[in-house]
């Protein structure tokens, strides 16, 4: 395997060989960092090309007095990748993950998932969180994005992580009347389908008798078909107690699958209105929608081997460790001891299984209206501005499991192939249409409503010598979020049983065959019921009769809702110097300090169960109202200091100290589980924790930055992240009405550690003869050393949850004449996803199970040719190495999820006049 060190040096290598001629001449200073930030500048400040995007980018990194990187668009409609989450993922120190739709979802920085994100530094969520569901934005809409890994007084708080903010396009972003267009057609490996993907921008400014005005309007539009399949092994139990043939072993308790297989559509709008209404006035004003709709269904299939008769076929590992077990062979710290050999394959017979289908109708739309003014005058520069947000959140999901009735299935398993299970019915299988019964019937139906009202003022006045400038600053929020939900789910006797085929209303089209998972049954697929019948509120309502249900969802319980209210009040100041230390060489930087008062009150209701009396020795659980207010008072300093060499080189250090307020479904007490009806499978849910605590940061950044060409750098950076009661996420198994759930609920952490080293780099060869300069590279890595520093804590000693040690990306590009191209190799090392605290058995004086993944690495690669001016032809692929998603619990020997995330392929046409 190669180093990733050596990756990185030899890009660092490349960067550096094509410094040498610029050594020879004195690179012109930077803009200024009032210059950098000026965006109602006449001049077109729209890129094209990548060049040029890069440039771009090295300009906001170079000028900024905070640590910063940034990704920006390569002309009007198209980012480096074709989500926001993918092309975030290219920024030194941001990771991703892939979320079920097999799209590229939530960044986080440096392994941290506590980021504030903003849009044109408005603070921006989805429903009732604090993060941003950044599927909701499509990247066509964005003119870059800006990754903040240190803060300062005038960004808002609310991320230990750092912030990102999203640019959209302004009407004086350009010259004068533009028109772009862009469309794609993109082919899903998976799915093996084509998408939509469409936009149109239009924008003009014009002079009036009142002032220059300017108009923009941008719209977008997709379509997409995706599939993901996913193989996992279920907790691993002791085959001492399980069925015939299958003692001395441990081995999963179940194998299974999911498909999670729809359609979602994301419609997005944003107008702009700039007025230049007098020398050093403008007005403004924005509006942005965006809507994401899905209509998918996640098809589970369940093979329970331990419920057969018999165990055969059965080979060992070397892997033999002494377990603890309780009397169904599952974790147990006081159980029995067994020394146990890991079962690599075996045979079950006669057992049971079920598939299941989860027909979701998920919808999110988010609505931000702004406006404001900028006035300058002589050396004070004000911004006042005011928004209002609303983010919506609804989702149902229809749930029919069915099981295989009759004989018992046989199937062969290999529990560790490549790090995945892989395994086969040969009897009766999963696979075949005959005698199918009904099983349980779940209905979870949620709303989420965020609204936010913000306004706030940002001055500078300029003073000049040292004391370059004061900024100053004050913010008012008014944020409320209500969260409603029903769960429901029965198997009434005489029901759960009954022949599919033997249900009158249920047709012909009522079980479908769905596409099937390449590990299991050689990838032939299930029986499952069909997701669009299942979403057709008659079907519903035939089904919910059959139940004894009532029509209709159910209403909205107290028990699973909560409502919470939060006022914000916020006030920096902060002072910029610049000091002239001799020649070529300047100290300058920014000191300052934020103030922020926080109320917040939560309401919700939880079933609490009463002490037990002789009277009464089994209370039944009482609803209970909840409520809480809390103030919190913070004061966060920051300090910058750069120094400015001359010839492009400078450092710069950073102090800064950050908060993350606890999400509101986060302190929820309430549960939201589905009800446990069927005995294969150890049910999940989740909860909230009222006593959370919001999480602290100090931060220490220092960089050594080299600018030889006008986009080329190399730069080398350390990090020192120390944060207190950091929030995880931990399952452990509690017992509600009778039966035991597997419940994930968030806590804090004490004290955890972070630190680590970032080295990026990128230059195009323009010294190189003609036919070869429009080659260029760049590269970056990341080394993220984390601790969890609380004595105590079960977690003592391991890394933070989410942090990988390494990552990196490393690329080739060319631009020249029309012709652009990128290849882009991403690296991510493992990491935990999960304090896992299921039934999975564990080596005796082992308490801890994390969910660890594996690491992998992702190619993509895109070509493009402006084959007559304005009008661009570009066919891109991402994931052409198919890489997977692969956890185990804690140890490589026992798999858990092989999720096969997509890899697509698209052709597109760009036009701009």
């Known amino acids: 395997m190669i180093s990733k060190f050596a990756v990185l040096s030899s890009v660092s290598l490349f960067a550096l060989i094509s410094a040498a001629p610029a050594l020879a001449q004195e690179q012109?200073?930077?803009?200024?960092?009032?210059?950098?930030?000026?965006?109602?500048?006449?001049?077109?400040?729209v890129v094209t090309g990548i060049r040029a995007s890069l440039a771009k980018a090295a300009d906001i990194k170079r000028d900024s007095y905070n640590v910063v990187d940034s990704i920006v668009a390569d002309d009007i409609g198209k980012l480096p990748d074709r989500t926001v989450a993918a092309a975030l993922q290219r920024v030194p120190g941001v990771q991703v993950t892939v979320g079920d739709n097999n799209e590229i979802v939530n960044p986080i920085i440096r392994g941290l998932p506590d980021i504030l994100t903003t849009l044109d530094g408005r603070e921006i969520f989805t429903g009732t969180g604090r993060g941003f569901s950044y599927q909701d934005l499509p990247a066509e809409a964005l003119a870059g994005a800006d990754v903040y890994k240190s803060n300062s007084a005038e960004l808002i708080e609310g991320g230990v992580a750092g912030v990102i903010n999203l640019r959209l396009h302004k009407p004086f972003d350009f010259k004068g009347f533009t028109l772009a267009g862009n469309a794609r057609a993109v082919y899903s490996g998976n799915a093996q389908e084509v998408n939509p993907v469409l936009g149109l921008l239009v924008s003009d400014r014009f002079e009036t008798g009142l002032g220059e005005m300017g108009l923009l309007a941008d719209v977008s539009y997709s379509h997409n078909v995706f599939d993901r399949p996913v193989a996992f092994n279920c907790d691993f139990r002791s085959g001492t107690q399980g069925p015939p043939g299958a003692a001395g072993v441990i081995a999963p308790t179940c194998v299974g699958g999911v498909e999670q297989q729809g359609t979602y559509e994301r419609k997005q709008a944003n107008v702009a209105y700039q007025w230049k209404a007098a020398p050093g006035l403008e007005i403004y004003?924005?509006?942005?929608?965006?809507?994401?709709?899905?209509?998918?269904?996640?098809?589970?299939?369940?093979?329970?081997?331990?419920?057969?008769?018999?165990?055969?076929?059965?080979?060992?590992?070397?892997?033999?460790?002494?377990?603890?077990?309780?009397?169904?062979?599952?974790?147990?710290?006081?159980?029995?001891?067994?020394?146990?050999?890991?079962?690599?394959?075996?045979?079950?017979?006669?057992?049971?299984?079920?598939?299941?289908?989860q027909a979701h109708y998920d919808r999110t739309s988010v609505y931000i209206i702004s406006g404001g003014a900028k006035y300058t005058s002589g050396n004070l520069s004000l911004n006042a501005d005011v928004s209002y947000q609303h983010s919506q959140v609804r989702n149902q999901n229809f749930i029919l499991d069915i099981f295989k009735s009759?004989?018992?299935?046989?199937?062969?398993?290999?529990?560790?192939?490549?790090?995945?299970?892989?395994?086969?019915?040969?009897?009766?299988?999963?696979?075949?249409?005959?005698?199918?019964?009904?099983?349980?019937?779940?209905?979870?139906?949620?709303?989420?409503?965020?609204?936010?009202?913000?306004?706030?003022?940002?001055?500078?006045?300029?003073?000049?010598?040292?004391?370059?400038?004061?900024?100053?600053?004050?913010?008012?929020?008014?944020?409320?979020?209500?969260?409603?939900?029903?769960?429901?789910?029965?198997?009434?006797?005489?029901?759960?049983?009954?022949?599919?085929?033997?249900?009158?209303?249920?047709?012909?089209?009522?079980?479908?065959?769905?596409?099937?998972?390449?590990?299991?049954?050689?990838?032939?697929?299930?029986?499952?019921?069909?997701?669009?019948?299942?979403?057709?509120?008659?079907?519903?309502?035939?089904?919910?009769?059959?139940?004894?249900?009532?029509?209709?969802?159910?209403?909205?319980?107290?028990?699973?809702?909560?409502?919470?209210?939060?006022?914000?009040?916020?006030?920096?100041?902060?002072a910029a110097y610049k000091v002239p230390i001799g020649g070529p060489i300047t100290l300058d930087g920014q000191i300052g300090g934020r103030y922020t008062r926080t109320e917040r009150q939560i309401a919700g209701a939880s079933f609490v169960t009463p002490a037990s009396t002789t009277a009464v020795p089994n209370p039944v659980p009482?609803?209970?109202?909840?409520?809480?207010?809390?103030?919190?008072?913070?004061?966060?300093?920051?300090?910058?200091?750069?120094?400015?060499?001359?010839?492009?080189?400078?450092?710069?250090?950073?102090?800064?100290r950050a908060i993350a307020r606890p999400s509101f479904g986060d302190l929820n007490p309430g549960l939201s589980y589905l009800i446990s009806t069927n005995s294969l499978i150890l049910p999940a849910g989740?909860?909230?924790?009222?006593?959370?605590?919001?999480?602290?940061?100090?931060?220490?950044?220092?960089?050594?930055?080299?600018?030889f060409s006008r986009n080329g750098f190399v730069a080398i950076g350390g990090y020192y992240k120390d944060i207190k009661d950091r929030v995880i996420s931990q399952s452990q198994v509690e017992m509600i009405n009778g039966f035991n759930y597997n419940i994930t609920r968030p806590r804090n952490v004490g004290a955890v550690t972070l630190k680590g080293i970032e080295v990026s780099a990128q230059t195009f060869f323009d010294f190189l003869p003609s036919a070869l300069n429009g080659f260029g590279v760049f590269g970056n890595f990341t080394l993220a050393d984390s601790k969890v520093k609380t004595v105590g804590d079960p977690l003592f000693g391991q890394n933070i949850q989410g942090v990988s040690k390494y990552n990196y990306n490393i690329g080739g590009l060319y631009d020249k004449k029309g012709l652009t191209g990128r290849v882009v190799y991403t690296y991510r090392g493992s990491y935990y996803d999960e304090n896992y605290g299921g039934t999975n058995v564990r080596p005796v004086g082992q308490s801890?199970?994390?969910?660890?993944?594996?690491?992998?690495?992702?190619?993509?690669?895109?070509?493009?040719?402006?084959?007559?001016?304005?009008?661009?032809?570009?066919?891109?692929?991402?994931?052409?190495?198919?890489?997977?998603?692969?956890?185990?619990?804690?140890?490589s020997n026992l798999p858990r999820d092989y999720r096969y995330d997509d890899s697509s392929y698209s052709l597109g046409v760009a036009v701009r006049f």
């Open 28 to 45: 012109a200073p930077a803009p200024s960092q009032a210059a950098a930030q000026d965006d109602s500048a006449a001049s077109d400040i």
């Open 285 to 357: 004003a924005n509006g942005l929608y965006t809507r994401y709709s899905n209509k998918s269904a996640s098809y589970f299939q369940i093979d329970d081997v331990f419920s057969g008769t018999s165990f055969s076929n059965v080979q060992k590992t070397n892997e033999c460790k002494n377990y603890a077990v309780n009397s169904a062979g599952f974790y147990d710290p006081a159980g029995t001891v067994q020394n146990l050999c890991t079962a690599s394959s075996f045979t079950s017979t006669g057992h049971g299984g079920f598939t299941s289908t």
């Open 406 to 574: 009759g004989n018992g299935i046989t199937t062969d398993v290999a529990t560790n192939v490549n790090g995945g299970t892989v395994y086969t019915d040969t009897v009766n299988g999963l696979g075949d249409p005959t005698n199918f019964a009904l099983s349980p019937l779940n209905q979870d139906n949620i709303r989420d409503r965020g609204k936010e009202f913000a306004a706030k003022i940002d001055g500078t006045y300029r003073v000049g010598s040292i004391l370059d400038n004061i900024q100053f600053g004050a913010r008012y929020a008014d944020h409320s979020a209500t969260h409603q939900q029903s769960l429901g789910g029965v198997c009434p006797v005489g029901v759960c049983g009954t022949l599919i085929a033997n249900v009158p209303f249920l047709d012909s089209n009522f079980l479908v065959h769905a596409l099937g998972t390449p590990t299991i049954n050689n990838g032939f697929g299930i029986i499952v019921p069909n997701q669009d019948e299942l979403r057709d509120p008659a079907v519903q309502d035939k089904l919910r009769a059959l139940y004894g249900l009532g029509a209709g969802f159910p209403n909205f319980t107290p028990d699973r809702s909560f409502s919470a209210s939060e006022k914000t009040y916020s006030a920096y100041l902060q």
């Open 622 to 656: 009482v609803l209970t109202p909840f409520g809480a207010s809390t103030t919190d008072n913070d004061f966060l300093p920051s300090a910058s200091a750069r120094l400015r060499f001359g010839g492009g080189l400078q450092a710069r250090a950073t102090y800064s």
């Open 686 to 707: 989740s909860g909230g924790n009222p006593d959370l605590r919001p999480q602290k940061s100090d931060s220490y950044d220092a960089t050594l930055e080299y600018y």
């Open 848 to 891: 801890l199970i994390l969910n660890q993944v594996r690491p992998n690495g992702r190619l993509d690669a895109s070509i493009g040719f402006e084959f007559r001016k304005g009008v661009t032809l570009s066919i891109d692929g991402t994931n052409l190495t198919r890489a997977k998603y692969r956890s185990y619990y804690g140890d």
